[in-house]
């Protein structure tokens, strides 16, 4: 889609919004970020990864990249509370080697892959370095990550244990996690933001899913801007 057109659709369906809901979807979209991605190797409970993608989503992170090893993933709107229907939500259920697929393509895309884990290597979310975006995996409940997620890991991280309890929950690990990565991220990274065109392109899109039947508009709409010009 060409720009002219989609500052064109974005006004039309700004014209059905509240200025209330606008204002709102403006403060989200200056708060996303692509800076910070999430992985789920694996994760056994589809409560667990609709938990870690809602707290998520509330930092704003926007990609989810969920490996499917063994375990199907089920998108679950009552966990998640909505949370599913704003992001990106990437699932590989059909691959051979999904791990390594998926891990190769973001490191492709200059992400870090940094691996939760009880590694002797491994150090707290807020002494990892954030001079590139990085790529956040958790592992299933179980097993943790996998031996493929390890060794093909670039760092490892880990939250501090002061009580019995064996391990954190996979979605409060999460939580705690990135709720430290993105603190760090928004007081030390510079460019962790949207750019001015991913931010057009969220921006319409979270506009059409605040509306009924909005690719019925949209056809409409494109019509008439192709009668304009």
């Not at 892959?113 to 590694?119: C, E, K, L, Q, R």
């Not at 956040?136 to 501090?160: C, H, Q, T, Y």
């Not at 933001?193 to 019925?216: E, G, I, S, V």
Request: charged share 30%; aromatic share 10%.
């Amino acid at each position: 889609m060409n720009k002219e057109l989609k500052h064109f659709l974005i006004n039309k369906f700004s014209e059905f919004l509240s200025d209330e809901r606008k204002e709102f979807i403006e403060n989200v979209l200056d708060n996303r970020t692509d800076y910070i991605r999430v992985v789920l190797e694996d994760i056994r409970d589809p409560h667990n990864a609709n938990a870690i993608i809602r707290s998520g989503e509330c930092l704003g992170i926007q990609h989810f990249h969920v490996i499917e090893n063994e375990n199907a993933f089920k998108l679950g709107r009552g966990v998640s509370r909505g949370a599913i229907k704003w992001v990106d939500v990437h699932q590989y259920p059909e691959s051979a080697t999904p791990t390594a697929d998926v891990f190769n393509d973001l490191k492709s895309k200059g992400y870090r892959i940094v691996v939760t884990s009880p590694n002797e290597k491994a150090s707290a979310p807020e002494s990892l370095s954030l001079d590139q975006p990085i790529a956040v995996v958790m592992g299933n409940e179980r097993d943790g990550i996998s031996e493929e997620a390890k060794d093909l890991a670039d760092d490892f991280i880990r939250l501090p244990m002061h009580g019995f309890t064996e391990s954190y929950n996979v979605s409060v690990a999460a939580g705690l996690t990135l709720y430290s990565l993105v603190s760090k991220m928004r007081a030390s990274v510079e460019k962790w933001q949207f750019n001015a065109q991913l931010k057009d392109d969220y921006r319409l899109r979270w506009y059409k899913k605040c509306m009924a039947r909005p690719d019925d508009y949209e056809n409409y709409f494109v019509k008439e801007f192709e009668s304009q010009h």
